[in-house]
């Protein structure tokens, strides 16, 4: 632990990454132009129709086989106005859904939040924009955490898909085109940002703590884990052994602080 826990302490607020340094994605509005970008088959990241796809396949994995819809094909809005009440264009009895994929055939409503809730907004409003000229439609719910107790009323019947799952089926797809890596780097990067801030997390450490956590490894012996199997599970072992020692350590301070305290309020 002596040894270890200083190549463990840099601060992560520390690490470069575009959307912390902005603070971009702390309002849904910001996010959903992003996510809505991606959508677009003529989007700027020059990847086509490919996010669409994979979102879709998402959406569709969540669906009845017999009523799963086109994977690309779809115009993208934003901020579009669903219908009021009983069908009423009337604005104050609207919702605003976040995201549209519109075709003739079929239509996905997205309401974008940070969790998986509707928080406020009419689900039957979502999904009668999607159905209007009798398309087949879902409502999705696109978050950062999936909570389903949160998914109250028609929203328990709303297509659940995190920011995690559709960023690391993009991930994917990115990484086996060396072409278009090669061929767009700014894109690249900015996805590369993307990922990391909301699929990775920050990165644990830079080359130099990496080293100093390696050689820390192996001046206390404990190097043979690298050479242990499954790497999974011996990374989790790994930690929860630190994480023993640390809950210990606390809870012995915490014994030692107890008496001290106690006479401290008595003296009051």
């Known amino acids: 632990m002596t040894a270890l826990v200083p190549s463990l302490s840099r601060s992560l607020a520390e690490q470069f990454n575009v959307f912390r340094v902005m603070h971009h994605g702390t309002h849904e509005k910001q996010l959903?132009?992003?996510?809505?970008?991606?959508?677009?088959?003529?989007?700027?990241?020059?990847?086509?129709?490919?996010?669409?796809?994979?979102?879709?396949?998402?959406?569709?994995?969540?669906?009845?086989?017999?009523?799963r819809l086109p994977r690309t094909g779809y115009e993208v809005g934003q901020e579009v106005v669903?219908?009021?009440n009983e069908g009423n264009p009337d604005p104050e009895s609207a919702d605003i859904s976040d995201i549209l994929l519109s075709s003739p055939e079929a239509a996905v409503v997205v309401e974008n939040f940070g969790t998986?809730?509707?928080?406020?907004?009419?689900?039957?409003?979502?999904l009668?924009?999607?159905?209007?000229?009798?398309?087949?439609?879902?409502?999705v719910l696109l978050c950062q955490r999936h909570v389903p107790h949160l998914q109250r009323g028609g929203w328990r019947n709303a297509a659940v898909v995190?920011?995690?799952e559709f960023l690391s089926a993009l991930r994917t797809h990115v990484s086996r085109d060396q072409k278009w890596m090669q061929q767009h780097p700014d894109q690249h990067v900015f996805l590369r940002q993307l990922f990391e801030h909301f699929v990775e997390g920050p990165a644990a450490m830079n080359t130099d703590d990496t080293l100093a956590f390696l050689t820390a490894m192996c001046e206390t012996g404990e190097s043979a884990r690298y050479g242990y199997q499954p790497r999974d599970r011996v990374a989790q072992e790994f930690g929860d052994l630190i994480a023993a020692q640390a809950r210990c350590q606390l809870k012995e301070s915490r014994a030692m602080l107890e008496p001290e305290v106690f006479a401290q309020r008595r003296g009051r």
């Open 32 to 67: 959903s132009n992003v996510f809505a970008w991606l959508l677009t088959k003529e989007g700027t990241h020059e990847l086509g129709d490919a996010p669409q796809g994979l979102f879709l396949d998402l959406v569709n994995a969540a669906l009845p086989a017999e009523v």
């Open 82 to 84: 669903t219908p009021g």
């Open 116 to 126: 998986s809730d509707g928080h406020g907004h009419d689900y039957y409003r979502y």
């Open 128 to 139: 009668a924009l999607g159905t209007t000229g009798g398309r087949d439609a879902v409502v």
């Open 162 to 164: 995190t920011y995690a």
